[in-house]
């Protein structure tokens, strides 16, 4: 069996999860002289498009568990970019935003997230992202209905 052979051959999760993280190495790369990381990145960026969202939503939009979004929330409050506010309807919650400092760093390194997808693309023609973006959408949807249905 040729190499070629053997890395068709290999299971869809491994593949998918080697790629994830050699793209999330170069977002690393780009992102670490402004001192965040790719989770980090992804959450705030969330929190920047939709001001004053719950955790739980937070955790939904990133695909993170509660805990690493908790973990990942006090880091970025750490640094100066996010703040919380408890929230009016349930005291027991708090709406995340993003500071000045925080806003200026997402316009700062969207860029760089920018690259890295196109970096990607790159390798693909625009129909072959479009069908490749449209199966992980299909896969991603399918995955969390038996998630949803085994809990």
């Not at 805990?67 to 995340?96: A, W």
């Not at 860029?111 to 069908?131: D, M, N, Q």
């Amino acid at each position: 069996m040729t190499t070629e052979d053997q890395d068709k051959s290999l299971a869809i999760g491994f593949i998918m999860g080697v790629t994830y993280r050699k793209i999330a190495s170069l977002l690393q790369k780009g992102l670490k002289a402004y001192d965040i990381t790719p989770e980090q990145w992804s959450v705030l960026h969330q929190i920047d498009r939709s001001e004053g969202m719950i955790q739980r939503e937070i955790a939904a939009r990133t695909g993170k568990d509660k805990p690493t979004t908790t973990r990942i929330l006090d880091h970025l409050e750490s640094k100066g970019l996010v703040y919380k506010q408890t929230g009016l309807q349930d005291r027991r919650s708090f709406l995340v935003y993003s500071t000045e400092r925080g806003k200026s760093l997402i316009r700062e390194t969207m860029r760089i997230e920018e690259g890295v997808t196109e970096e990607v693309k790159s390798c693909l023609t625009g129909e072959e992202y479009a069908l490749l973006t449209e199966l992980l959408l299909r896969i991603n949807d399918h995955v969390s209905e038996i998630i949803d249905n085994k809990e």
